[in-house]
């Protein structure tokens, strides 16, 4: 359904430091630097996430109420990304657990440098 999904980065080698602890944690390889610096991206088979400055010049905002989900194998992974989101940089919307509205879901959520939102999961 997609082929890319882009955030807004203020500080992109800190974006690369969150996402590399995060998106390591989970499976996947360390993000390529591009554009001379401005962004950082992760490529899979299903497409391609990235962290950029804002092309306009401005200043990047997230998305009140946006949330980009991230898939893990097990609860063992999302609660190793989150702490490694943590200490990355990051900050807690959502300590890793059970998820009430979804009867055996498993996940949890972070914000990154900037501000964007997050959350590993697992679908029960």
């Known amino acids: 359904m997609f082929t890319h999904i882009m955030v807004g980065a203020s500080?992109?080698?800190?974006?690369?430091?969150?996402?590399?602890?995060?998106?390591?944690a989970l499976g996947h390889a360390e993000g390529g630097m591009f554009g001379e610096g401005r962004g950082v991206?992760?490529?899979t088979e299903g497409g391609l996430f990235a962290a950029v400055t804002p092309?306009?010049?401005n200043a990047p905002t997230f998305a009140n109420g946006g949330t980009i989900g991230f898939a893990a194998p097990g609860p063992e992974a999302i609660d190793a990304a989150h702490a490694a989101g943590l200490?990355?940089?990051?900050?807690?919307?959502?300590?890793?657990g059970p998820r009430e509205m979804f009867p055996g879901a498993y996940g949890a959520?972070?914000?990154?440098?900037?501000?964007?939102?997050?959350c590993l999961w697992q679908a029960g």
């Open 109 to 118: 959520y972070l914000r990154d440098p900037t501000g964007n939102k997050i």
């Open 41 to 43: 991206g992760y490529r």
């Open 11 to 24: 500080d992109v080698p800190a974006a690369k430091t969150f996402y590399d602890a995060v998106l390591g």
């Open 87 to 96: 200490a990355a940089g990051g900050s807690c919307e959502g300590a890793p």
């Open 55 to 57: 092309r306009d010049g």
